[in-house]
């Protein structure tokens, strides 16, 4: 089914583009006479330009998003062509569900996705197109997705005034506390390898430096890391029960009892309202951000429930507005090495089954958007713990400490 899908988004695109090449090269190119007029000269088309529109679309397909904006940047053909909003809306609905990260600045507008598909005659402007009025009426298809898309983030970071790189430095020069972050979520429990404990066993990613003194009681004082041989951070890790009722509930496949949670009510909309144990308000108030670990495996997951959770250990917090929030959408294990063949074998193959679910429906799962705490979902493996330091490397920043290389 995803297959069809995905060969009748591409049929649209491909329409579209052959439109436009007819409007922009109506006779090929080539100069009309007759008696009455003088000769006009059409603007001659360039190897690439005289290329089928179905193998132009497969190059683009190939290519990088900076390398697709380069590409518009050679002609006014193809700065037109590459400007489709049919074509960057394909991108979107293609590379998307691959993303290994997300965050509240990045996120794209996925209610922009769900709306009907756009009437393919408007896809391009039917004004040249150097000329730029009307623009606000389009949706800009190719900013959500240069937005959104990990490697244009990598290349393109987002400015900061200079003021704030200096506030930055004075910042190093004053020794800070060490950040504290409250790990809780159903990724810690339900997966068949345990995050934590792989955090634990893992030195060569994250060193453990031991055991502060600071107490809070029904919970511990949680373990400290090491980040980058430089940084210290502590986490302390919240269950919902004690370990032999999560063992039990694993193996039976069933859920357990909350405890970090109590059921209040409902609101208007039927969502529940949670309030967080009196233990667990105690470490809203100290903490510098939150680690929610969300189980991504296929068909796993209670997104109200989560999300009402969540929303209730934001409340509970003093300035939470300014607290961070990490998602780790976590599986047990890498997906295996046929998965991952099969998906680089053919363009269709990335919108077939995957081991995992995607980042950016992990985020609308569990309402973060709605949010207005800074938040991030990054994919981690439990086994490997792999994207686990991209997340770290985030959550410093946001509190304020600036790990090297980053």
């Known amino acids: 089914m995803a297959g069809k899908t995905q060969q009748l988004h591409e049929s649209v695109v491909i329409r579209s583009l052959r439109r436009f090449t007819d409007r922009y090269f109506p006779n090929g190119g080539k100069v009309v006479e007759d008696d009455l007029t003088p000769a006009v000269r059409e603007p001659q088309p360039g190897f690439m330009d005289s290329l089928p529109v179905d193998v132009q679309f497969l190059i683009m397909t190939f290519l990088s998003p900076p390398d697709i904006c380069g590409l518009g940047a050679t002609s006014r053909y193809w700065r037109a062509m590459v400007r489709d909003p049919l074509l960057w809306r394909y991108f979107l609905l293609r590379d998307m569900p691959h993303w290994p ?3 509240h600045v990045s996120m794209p507008q996925l209610e922009l996705l769900d709306a009907p598909l756009i009437d393919e005659d408007e896809s391009l402007d039917d004004r040249e197109e150097w000329d730029v009025k009307d623009t606000e009426s389009k949706v800009d ?6 937005k959104g898309c990990p490697s244009c983030r990598r290349q393109w970071p987002p400015s900061r005034p200079a003021y704030e790189a200096v506030t930055s430095f004075l910042q190093s020069l004053v020794p800070a506390s060490e950040p504290r972050y409250a790990m809780f979520g159903p990724g810690m429990e339900q997966l068949d390898v345990s995050l934590v404990t792989r955090l634990m066993q893992t030195p060569d990613v994250l060193p453990v430096s031991g055991t502060p003194q600071r107490q809070i009681n029904g919970i511990g004082s949680g373990i400290s890391y090491i980040f980058n041989n430089q940084h210290k951070f502590n986490i302390l890790t919240l269950y919902s029960a004690n370990r032999a009722e999560r063992d039990k509930a694993r193996v039976q496949q069933q859920s357990i009892s909350n405890k970090l949670f109590t059921l209040e009510c409902t609101d208007d909309s039927g969502c529940p309202v949670y309030s967080p144990a009196p233990q667990v308000q105690q470490v809203c108030q100290v903490v510098d951000g939150f680690i929610y670990v969300a ?6 997951g209670d997104g109200e429930s989560e999300a009402a959770q969540i929303r209730a250990v934001l409340s509970s917090a003093e300035g939470s507005a300014t607290r961070p929030l990490l ?3 976590c599986v047990s294990r890498e997906e295996s090495e046929e998965v991952r063949t099969t ?6 193959g990335r919108n077939g089954a995957r081991c995992r679910t995607p980042c950016v429906d992990i985020a609308k799962r569990l309402g973060l958007p709605r949010l207005s705490n800074p938040w991030m979902v990054q994919d981690t493996v439990a086994e490997s713990l ?3 330091l991209d997340g770290v490397s985030w959550l410093l920043r946001c509190s304020r400490v600036k790990p090297f290389g980053s």
């Open 101 to 103: 990260s997300i965050d």
């Open 327 to 329: 998602v780790l959408s």
């Open 343 to 348: 998906q680089l074998r053919t363009v269709a």
């Open 295 to 300: 189980n991504a495996e296929p068909g796993r």
């Open 386 to 388: 792999s994207g686990l």
């Open 141 to 146: 298809y190719m900013s959500e997705y240069l």
